[in-house]
């Protein structure tokens, strides 16, 4: 079975702090593809980034970046010097084979940024 | 521009009666899944079509019923059989053809409230 794991539940920063985002997975397939989407007030999940669990290269997107480490099953996600804006929350997902490449999300984190 | 329309953006129902949600996409995507999203629960997937006419019951169907007679159009229906109705319902889509790690699209969701 798939699973998405988000332990936080909520983090609240201040303007311009560094954040980061865990998420952990299980999944028994050995090629597999990993998702971050964020999701603003106005509910509409936004695609983020994707990743093929054949490629732990780290990626940068402005103030985006991930870390993918498959020796400990994890994802993360950082925002760099946090603004109002990236006040959303914040979904990591996963999919395989075994489910068919049907998306399994985690249950989210929320991330409130203060000026 | 392209994207996918989700009506009503508020929905509230008595207790019995049933509802349908609608989703269209002009993405010219092949596939197309209704998501439930509950708080701290993340998405769940109820229904999901990769072409028309074909459906599959995603995690949590009870209760609920699809149709996919075009490719644009794949309508919700919340039954008076779903015990807890009241959530926020999320339809998305994707194009095959580019793979088993294309992204999902999501529409800006539908709020359901049951009474």
């Known amino acids: 079975a798939q699973k998405v794991t988000q332990a936080q539940t909520e983090i609240s920063v201040v303007e311009k702090e560094d954040v980061t985002l865990d998420c952990v997975y299980e999944t028994r397939d050995t090629t597999y593809y990993l998702f971050w989407y964020k999701q603003p007030p106005s509910g509409e999940l936004v695609f983020l980034i994707r990743?093929?669990?054949?490629?732990?290269q780290n990626e940068i997107s402005g103030r985006y970046s991930w870390n993918f480490q498959k020796s400990t099953s994890s994802f993360n996600f950082t925002i760099t010097a946090s603004q109002v804006v990236d006040s959303a929350v914040y979904f990591c997902?996963?999919?395989?084979?075994?489910?068919?490449?049907?998306?399994?999300f985690g249950a989210g984190t929320t991330v409130t940024v203060r000026a | 521009d392209g994207g996918i329309t989700q009506s009503p953006k508020y929905l509230f129902r008595k207790e019995g009666q049933n509802v349908t949600l609608s989703c269209e996409q002009n993405l010219n995507h092949d596939a197309m899944y209704w998501y439930r999203q509950d708080p701290g629960q993340g998405l769940r997937l109820i229904y999901y079509?990769?072409?028309?006419?074909?459906?599959q019951k995603g995690d949590i169907a009870e209760g609920y019923s699809v149709s996919r007679e075009k490719k644009e159009s794949f309508p919700l229906t919340v039954t008076s059989a779903q015990k807890n109705p009241t959530a926020f319902y999320l339809c998305?889509?994707?194009?095959?053809?580019?793979?088993?790690?294309?992204?999902?699209?999501f529409g800006n969701g539908t709020r359901l409230t049951v009474t």
């Open positions: 990743r093929n669990s054949f490629d732990e």
């Open positions: 079509s990769q072409i028309v006419n074909d459906f």
């Open positions: 997902a996963l999919s395989g084979p075994s489910n068919d490449y049907k998306l399994s």
């Open positions: 998305a889509s994707r194009r095959t053809i580019e793979g088993y790690n294309s992204p999902l699209h």
